[in-house]
């Protein structure tokens, strides 16, 4: 997870061994464009700037990296209860074995 503020700096992200796209403490405070590659920025971009105009609250994607992992992406808009922007949470995880189970588990 990631947390960018309305000023779209990054401000906290989890720091686990198993991260899918390693942060390193030198993030916090810098632009989250930075921390993108070059052909995400747009998207990135367009995500944010529809949280800032309140036109949108969630995005999510999902794709194959390296053909080995499925990845799924969550942005969320975080908001006070007017619906004042405060940034956005970033939420990534290797969704691989999910995609294997089948039929249900039930406790």
């Known amino acids: 997870m990631t947390f960018v503020d309305a000023a779209d700096q990054v401000r906290w992200y989890s720091d ?4 899918i796209f390693p942060r390193t403490k030198s993030v916090i ?3 989250v464009y930075n921390c993108h590659p070059p052909k995400a920025q747009s998207k990135v971009k367009k995500i ?5 105009e309140g036109t949108s609250d ?10 080995e992992h499925f990845i799924h992406l ?14 956005c949470l ?8 999910l995609r294997s189970l089948k039929d249900e588990k039930r406790r």
């Open 90 to 97: 970033e939420v990534g995880q290797d969704a691989t074995y």
């Open 58 to 67: 969630r995005e999510e994607f999902w794709f194959s990296l390296h053909g």
């Open 16 to 19: 686990i061994p198993d991260r």
């Open 48 to 52: 944010l700037t529809s949280f800032h």
């Open 74 to 87: 969550e942005y969320i808009a975080v908001r006070r209860e007017d619906g004042t922007y405060l940034g």
């Open 29 to 31: 405070g810098r632009s």
